[in-house]
């Protein structure tokens, strides 16, 4: 029955982001964006330029590189932070495992994916950032649609899921102790379907691996990896050409994309709501365990 | 696109996860993996059924214990609304999250085992949706596949259920009642014709015909300073503009306003968001507001209309639910939030705690645990710009912080 496609966008879910964004500057003394380059990061710079215009965004961006991102994503970033006069601070995985912080996972799943946590927690330690502003959705994952929209973490950036605060109204507490950060999801209440109705009714412009390209992949365990110089691959993985887009942006080893022609935002938004896989059924990271995504932020992941 | 929000509630065996997991399936709302991804954990659990009540159960201590314990968020959407659910646990020692859960909904989704009748947990479910005064209530009859589908069972029910309401405190509240079968899916997106006897619209049906409150002109003006936006740039060198979500009611370019607790007065100028100019704001738009005089304001005062000011309060009397395992002791002090704007306040007097089944009052109380509603009085070190809450729920709650941890310990509901 709902096959028929929603154009719209809520509004209220814009004025609730900025309003939440306006708190966040306002409670806090050092904030930041935590930047991926995906769309829901690039849906969160859009909101914060809306919120406290003519005035420009009172925080600065930060990305964890991981050294294993799609190089479009690179580009647009550098675009981006170009193009609106931004702020940010990148820091780099790369650098935590020549610290000897963290160690290279090895085989053919190897990912980044779980170190960028270590090189996170480095830099919100680093620049002395009490609220870092994130693009999760709750929507997105069943941990997720747990979390609070101020999600208060320990100094070791971790996530108490039975000891969350009361969260009523729109009445948001960022009184924190001293070691304490927040993490603050602004786009909470949004779901995949009205983050791309937004960038639609934006205008924005994302990286363009979400739109339909060639690109050489192999088949593994019922998905389509990118191929890269990343990704260990075993004999018999051989890589081929096809038309595909990406539905979510992480890393090129923990990301999946989907076969697709779609190469404008209506076909995406289309594509989207005739899709049987949910959204983070492309993520690899996820499909480590049934709890994967709680044992991570319980660890200081977003 | 209106966005409806809905709580629920209920224990794990009234059939709330299954109704959840029904209205989401039938509108399309559960994709292949995920419930996939059910099948498989329901068959790890040795269930020879889909247990779809691990979709909302999204902690592990949940999932071994099969007990919902904090709000989870759900979303769906048809055509014409985007649906937002909080599910909460309804055990009473979760009393708390079912308040956190009930306080943004329009719509309170009250579910009764056909069988069991009205239980504990549908007094205190339903004093809730009536202390919050939540505009909808549904009252969902489950499992009437378990009862034949009686008509007689039925209406036994929703006469019960009448003599609650007779005890209510908040007398508008729109109240529905619907026979269900979520396991067989009668009712919930679709009538399949079990129950014939009964002519009212499915869940669905009737969350598609919820009104919203858009009577934003009956409610008094209020706009919350949030921050003030000082560019100091050349382009926007003398630009000083109020940031803030406008609590209810509505605002004009040209209206006059007075900024409290000062009490400058001046016209509206402009009212922007972002690059567009407004004519009007309206209830729950954020929006920056600039006035035609330099006025002396900043974070956490108000601009309201001059001709329907609020009291500033010294004093509060107020509704509270306790959300601290650490009571409440009276003689404490904590901080106060009222919107954005936060006051020191002393607990002068517990006035009295209520039995939500009984609505018996105990008074003479010098401590609230967790969990307890009650009713008490503030003193508050500044004014507090609030409205009774009966009068203007969007300006009439607040909550409490402990000096001490930061943590949040109470809802209130100033009367």
Sequence with gaps: MTNQINWEFPQALEDEAIYILRETAAQFEKPVLLFSGGKDSITLVRLAQKAFYPGKIPFPLLHVDTGHNFPETIQFRDWLVNSLGLDIIVRNVQDSIDQGKVQEETGKYASRNALQTVTLLDAIEEGKFDACIGGARRDEEKARAKERIFSVRDEFGQWNAKMQRPELFDILNGKINIGENVRVFPISNWTELDVWNYIRREKLEIPSIYFAHEREIIERDGLYWPYSEFLNTTADEVPYRQKVRFRTVGDMTCTAAVISDADKLEDIIAEIMEAKISERGARIDDKRSEAAMEKRKQAGYF | ?415
């Design chain 2, 1 to 415: 696109m209106e966005v409806l929000r809905i709580a629920t509630s209920g224990s794990v065996d009234d059939g709330k996860s299954t109704l959840i997991g029904r209205l989401l399936y039938d509108t399309n709302s559960i994709p292949q993996d995920k419930m996939e991804a059910l099948h498989a954990a329901s068959k790890r659990k040795g269930l020879d059924f889909t247990d779809l009540s691990l979709l909302t159960d999204g902690l592990v201590a949940e999932r071994e214990q099969g007990i919902t314990i904090d709000v989870a968020h759900i979303y769906f959407s048809t055509p014409t609304r985007k649906y937002i659910i909080a599910d909460t646990p309804g055990h009473v020692e979760y009393t708390r999250n079912m308040v956190t859960g009930a306080s943004n909904a329009q719509v309170s989704l009250i579910l009764i085992d056909a069988r069991k009748g009205i239980v504990e947990q549908t007094y205190r479910h339903f004093f809730i949706a009536s202390l919050l005064r939540i505009p909808y209530l549904v009252v969902c009859v489950n499992k009437m596949d378990l009862v034949e589908y009686s008509e007689a069972r039925f209406n036994q029910i929703v006469e019960e259920f009448q003599q609650l309401l007779q005890n209510a405190s908040f007398k508008a509240q729109d109240v529905a009642f619907i026979p269900v079968s979520s396991l067989y899916g009668e009712n919930v997106a679709s009538a399949n014709g079990a129950i014939d006897w009964y002519k009212g619209p499915t869940l669905l049906d009737y969350l598609e015909g919820v009104q919203f409150d858009h009577a934003d002109s009956v409610h008094p003006a209020r706009f919350p300073i949030q921050s003030v936006i000082r560019p100091r740039t050349t382009e926007y060198h003398d630009f000083r503009g109020f940031a803030g979500k406008v609590a209810s009611g509505h605002f004009s370019v040209g209206d006059e306003v007075i900024s409290l607790p000062s009490g400058q007065k001046s016209r509206i100028k402009t009212i922007e968001q972002f690059e567009k100019q407004l004519e009007t704001a309206h209830a729950r738009e954020s929006v920056v507001i600039t006035l035609e005089d330099e006025i002396d304001s900043s974070r956490g005062n108000m601009l309201v209309k001059t001709n329907e000011q609020p009291k500033q309060l010294k004093e509060i009397s107020a509704q509270i639910c306790w959300m601290d395992a650490q009571p409440l002791t009276a003689g404490k002090t904590y901080l106060l939030q009222h919107g954005v704007n936060r006051v020191k306040a002393k607990v002068q007097q517990i006035n009295y705690v209520i039995d939500v089944t009984s609505y018996q009052q105990t008074t003479g109380k010098t401590t609230m645990g967790l969990n307890d509603i009650g009713k008490i009085t503030l003193k508050t070190a500044s004014p507090v710009l609030a409205d009774p809450y009966s009068v203007n729920p969007a300006n009439g709650a607040f909550i409490l912080i402990d000096e001490f941890n930061n943590t949040t310990v109470a809802v209130g509901f100033v009367e």
